[in-house]
Structures are given as structure tokens and as C-alpha cells.
């Protein structure tokens, strides 16, 4: 049971979210489609919110410190970049207590810390 669970939470993320809000689909939306940017920004905060509410009732039941107990996880490396994404683009996570929790517990290790964009040489 433990294994399926640590197993679907980064899926959500990986699978449900993050396909729907990465750098590339956002950019075709405004270019191909002309789409408007608070369209763009509504439809990015829907689909952030679908998958968030998802993962927090998940967290509710099964993190730690971490998202499944106290060791960092597949789910972590996950959800930290989406959670950097989601505030980038203003994403209202007071709904999220866990999921900001457990952000905020995983970028206190040093693995984590390092890999935020601002510590990137190309980091634009």
C-alpha cells in the first residue's frame, strides 16, 4: 500500500499538473492561440488547483515533514518545482496548508535549496 502511494503522488503532480502548466503549453497558448494573459493565467490557476487540491487531501492522510512521512520522495521532487511555478504565477495556496508545509520543510535540506532556479547558471 505505502509503495502505491508514494507512487501516485508524484504521478499527480508529474502527470495531472504539470504537463497542463509547463513554460512550453502556456507559450501556445498565448502565441498559437491568442489567448489573452488573464485567460491564460485563469486557465493556469484551474488546472494547479485541481491537481493541488488533490495532492492536499492525499498529504492530509499520509505526510510528515515530507510528503509520505518524514524522508524525502519522488512526490517531493515533484511537487518543490510546482510549488516555485504556482507561486511564480501567483497562485493563492492558503487551501494548501500541507502542500506549503511540506514546501517549506524540503527547501530547509540542501539538495533542495541548491536546485532552486535562482541558484542556476542559466537561470534566466
Not at 42 to 48: C, D, G, I, L
Not at 64 to 74: A, I, K, N, Y
Not at 100 to 114: E, H
Request: negative net charge; aromatic residues 10%; glycine residues 2%.
Amino acid at each position: 500500500f505505502d509503495k502505491s502511494v508514494i507512487r501516485s503522488m508524484p504521478m499527480l503532480v508529474a502527470c495531472e499538473v504539470h504537463p497542463l502548466n509547463n513554460l512550453k503549453v502556456l507559450q501556445y497558448l498565448t502565441n498559437d492561440l491568442s489567448v489573452e494573459p488573464d485567460v491564460k493565467t485563469a486557465w493556469y490557476h484551474h488546472w494547479v488547483n485541481e491537481g493541488f487540491t488533490a495532492l492536499e487531501k492525499m498529504l492530509e492522510k499520509h505526510s510528515g515533514r515530507c510528503c509520505f512521512g518524514d524522508e524525502p520522495t519522488l512526490a517531493d521532487l515533484c511537487l518543490v518545482p510546482q510549488v516555485y511555478n504556482a507561486k511564480r504565477f501567483n497562485v493563492d495556496m492558503s487551501a494548501y496548508p500541507n502542500i506549503q508545509r511540506v514546501n517549506d520543510y524540503c527547501l530547509t535540506l540542501q539538495a533542495f535549496a541548491d536546485a532552486v532556479p535562482e541558484r542556476q547558471a542559466d537561470a534566466a
